[in-house]
């Protein structure tokens, strides 16, 4: 059980280091795209690495931040730019989109999840906690791109990704509520997340747009 | 003399509900023109309805936030905008902004009073209580229009908005210093906020402008 | 001794003083720029003024914010967006961007050691405390960018300023890590931010930019 328990946590761990790097590649080609100089491509890779769960904490009033407390992901999301500044061309972006897709989807449930168990740890509503976990896992994304000054691309591209982590939001307090053991709890949740991303790209599915 | 204030709360409750559909609204409109989906329209909406109130309260160090501790208010917004979704359209739009003027203007009344009166409770300066009062009216307008990527009507349309919130700020301080009853405070701060609101709209007012 | 600490406390509030002059009319201009009315042109000088400072207050919890417990600050502030709603016309922005060189350097140099300062005292790590220096000393031009709706000049003009506060607030670090006395630390950070700053803009250096 012990062993489970092990493997669990450093599953954990490579998914969290993933996502976060992910998140990070996303907004540090943004900032790319954008002709941002060296300072503004590493903020926006900040940004959209840590702007989530800074929002998230900001709003429960929690300290320290993840970021805080694991200094150490600081400096990897550094050298991160610095080597993407270094090595990554633009001819790399298309590959690296789809090289990030699944890191980046694992990581919205990821996030979306830990947002989640935190807002139910302060005893806050279920509606509320799943709100929390949106904001974790999709408001990175919206302050990478409102700094970069454009609708964010989750509340424009109709493709569904916050509707992902709604629904795998909604799992998670459902299993919280069943008493269901956390790691179960947390596997289903990125589950159904990341699945119903996976799916959303793989079949190309559209969210109903507004008809004029 | 009970009755009184049973039917005052009762008008206030009416207000606060209708100006937060109203601002919700005027945030669900802004995303349909900006082509948002259907993720992206809520959030515009419940930023627009919420926004000032949760960055008011982030700036206080206060919480719960309001609609923390009335998750009814969310679901109330999320069918909102469900059913504008389905119901309303472009040719519907005009219209329905002439309807949301006036719950637009006793929400900004509402709201900026609100906002003062928190900043007055926690003994903040006359000043910076009025300032809180403004960031409550006007700020979910403001992150609704910087999430739509454009600079915010607020600040752009030479109309008095925020100078009547800020007028009637001072209205609210005033009569708090000299001890007037909360409810004669609020309905006065309410009655200038709105009625200059009205008045610059119906005479057409310009704020002045930089002269280039 | 004591002679050498009141001059030094003068000659601080005077750059205070001096650099929130300055960053209130870099705001102020911009937002005449983007041809914002009268209450978006007082907003932006605002934001540009205060809004590092309050969004590192946010993040460390800290209240109050420097322009609650220093009320007259932010009447001086309002009081210059009259003056330069008055008397500022755009033939004069040329020669008032080069006026405000100095004293934006200067405070970008003292507001980014503040920031530190804040930092240490609270026992976070040095990385977390250069970052916190740098929040102070750019974002509130990033947040005067972001509601003049274009991105941050900070990130996007290819001139060093981030990066001086960044070498500054390690500078400070390292020096109180020293335990030199703090007047020491702070004007040997001012000087390599103001200086390298002031250096970047005599020699017109560049960062590096992304290679596409």
């Not at 012990?2 to 998914?15: A, C, H, I, P």
């Not at 459902?174 to 799916?199: F, H, N």
Request: aromatic residues 10%; neutral net charge.
């Amino acid at each position: 059980m012990e062993k489970v328990q092990f493997w669990g946590e450093t599953l954990r761990l490579v998914v969290e280091l993933a996502a976060t790097a992910a998140f990070a590649l996303a907004g540090i080609m943004e900032g790319a795209r954008k002709r941002l100089d060296a300072v503004g491509v590493c903020v926006v890779g900040f940004l959209a690495a840590f702007g989530g769960g800074t929002l998230r904490d900001l709003l429960l009033d929690q300290r320290p931040f993840f970021w805080v407390s694991h200094v150490n992901v600081l400096w990897g999301v550094l050298a991160l730019c610095v080597l993407a500044m270094l090595f990554l061309r633009g001819h790399h972006f298309h590959l690296t989109e789809r090289a990030i897709q699944w890191p980046d989807a694992l990581g919205l449930g990821l996030f979306a999840a830990t947002g989640v168990h935190q807002a139910l740890l302060l005893e806050l509503p279920a509606v509320v906690a799943v709100l929390m976990g949106l904001v974790t896992g999709v408001f990175g994304g919206v302050l990478r791109d409102v700094v970069c000054n454009q609708i964010p691309t989750a509340f424009h591209d109709h493709r569904p990704y916050a509707l992902c982590a709604f629904a795998g939001g909604w799992v998670y307090v459902g299993l919280w509520e069943m008493a269901v053991p956390g790691w179960i709890a947390l596997a289903a949740s990125v589950t159904v997340t990341a699945g119903l991303r996976g799916l959303a790209l793989w079949r190309n599915l559209q969210l109903p747009a507004w008809k004029p």
